[in-house]
């Protein structure tokens, strides 16, 4: 987005309070069963392959384009408004590759619909055991987490930032948190306002160098 009518430094965070991972899923039409062998499949078939995304500008989008920039495959990129027909499509083998979260795959990958070939967090997806993260598959470096942290306004006293970050802390350890977060399909993890500027930083860097390098224009 060329232009924002605010900047990050008109914002100070609280803290990180959840994390939600994302999954390769391809059609079985396919013929891999494995991260590597689907990157090897794909580098010697250059131009078969579409993926679908959210839409311009999406997570799955530039998710994809990062997969696409370290794996040096090739992948026509199909847009659509959401995730409902996109995975109709992909059912449908009409795309054959979407990267998007696990609750909207997880169904078509139980039942044998979709194949799951890695998921993008740091660990394991707790519904999906049997399915490898993309670093257990081989592709080193390779982390794709839509993340979630409250913030409040820059100027906002320090005293009120770390009361504020200290309840939310408690708030993430209650039971019923984590079982609502479950139910959601994401994780919950806190960090402390420090660190959650850092990820931010690390994050804003990494994913502006591939939005650059893919020419990726959200309208």
Do not use: C
């Amino acid at each position: 987005m060329d232009k924002l009518p605010w900047d990050l430094k008109d914002l100070t965070p609280i803290g990180l309070i959840t994390v939600a991972t994302n999954v390769v899923a391809v059609h079985p039409s396919i013929p891999v069963n494995t991260l590597k062998e689907f990157i090897a499949w794909a580098k010697q078939n250059p131009g078969k392959l579409n993926y679908a995304s959210q839409g311009n500008g999406s997570v799955s989008h530039i998710g994809t384009e990062i997969f696409k920039q370290q794996t040096g495959i090739e992948m026509t990129h199909v847009p659509y408004k959401g995730s409902g027909q996109a995975i109709q499509d992909v059912l449908a083998g009409q795309v054959q590759v979407f990267i998007t979260t696990p609750p909207s795959v997880m169904g078509h990958v139980l039942s044998g619909k979709l194949k799951a070939l890695a998921v993008t967090g740091k660990v394991r997806h707790p519904q999906l055991p049997q399915v490898p993260t993309a670093i257990e598959a081989g592709l080193s470096g390779f982390e794709l987490e839509s993340w979630v942290a409250l913030y409040v306004p820059s100027g906002t006293p320090k005293e009120v930032v770390q009361k504020l970050s200290n309840d939310v802390k408690r708030a993430m350890e209650q039971p019923d948190t984590k079982q609502r977060a479950d139910a959601a399909g994401v994780e919950v993890r806190y960090l402390t306002p420090d660190a959650t500027t850092k990820l931010l930083d690390r994050d804003t860097a990494s994913w502006a160098k591939a939005i650059k390098a893919a020419n990726i224009k959200f309208d």
